[in-house]
């Protein structure tokens, strides 16, 4: 979806927040499947600030890091406009959908939509 919707100019960025147990299967995970996105490094405490702000970790971490409600498990995706704001705290289905061909024009016009004139 990311290559496709930001094939002519970049309409919107993904950042990747890792639940991985280790730097080297972040990286390992990045390079194999989302070479293309920006991540928050596996050690940045941003990393688990922002678990906390949205709720989203793996079951296994979310003590730990104080996910307290746990809203969501992995894979969790939340998107945010140009704003900073939540637009739609869990649009994984919605990936995985125009990932199957069923809602790619629907979902490119929802990231223009997010997207809010740039990003």
């Known amino acids: ?3 496709e919707v930001n094939e002519d100019e970049k309409k919107f960025e993904v950042v990747f927040v890792s639940s ?3 730097s080297d ?3 390992s995970y990045m390079s194999s499947k989302h070479p293309s996105w920006l ?3 596996y050690d940045d405490p941003k ?3 922002f678990k906390r702000m949205f709720g989203c970790a793996a079951g296994s971490e979310a003590s730990k890091v104080g996910v307290n409600p ?3 498990g992995i894979p969790a995706l939340v998107i945010l406009g140009a704003d900073g704001e939540v637009v739609k ?3 994984v289905k ?6 199957g061909g069923g809602v790619k024009e629907s979902g490119v016009k929802e990231v223009e939509e997010f997207q809010g004139g740039g990003c």
């Not at 919605?94 to 990932?99: H, I, L, P, T």
């Open 94 to 99: 919605e990936v995985e959908e125009f990932q």
């Open 47 to 49: 990393r688990d600030g």
């Open 70 to 72: 746990r809203k969501y």
């Open 25 to 27: 299967s972040m990286s």
């Open 39 to 41: 991540a928050v490094s």
């Open 20 to 22: 991985d147990r280790s």
């Open 89 to 91: 705290e869990s649009g």
């Open 1 to 3: 979806m990311y290559e």
